[in-house]
């Protein structure tokens, strides 16, 4: 199945806009997974803490809702034509 992830600020430079093949019953994290074999090093340092984890700043979003709104958390199930946007730490002021 196919989903379509697109990354902002500095994940645009890293991601772009992508189609991602995934498997049927593939979930958020199997994606996240498959993106850090996918671009290296340098995503998986933005993405992922040291223990596997989300890095906390991290926002991800499928289909315009962010993924902490579903009880499943990263487990959540995709679906083909499923978009997922991810954007990094934000700061400002």
Sequence with gaps: MVVSVKGYLTFRD??????VDILDGATLRTLLEQLALDLGEGY???VFDARGGL????SLLVNGVHYTHSQAG????????DEIAIFPPMAGG
């Design 74 to 81: 990263l487990g959540m199930a995709l679906h083909a034509g």
């Design 44 to 46: 998986t340092r933005q």
């Design 14 to 19: 890293l991601m772009g806009q992508r189609q």
């Design 55 to 58: 890095q906390p700043a991290v």
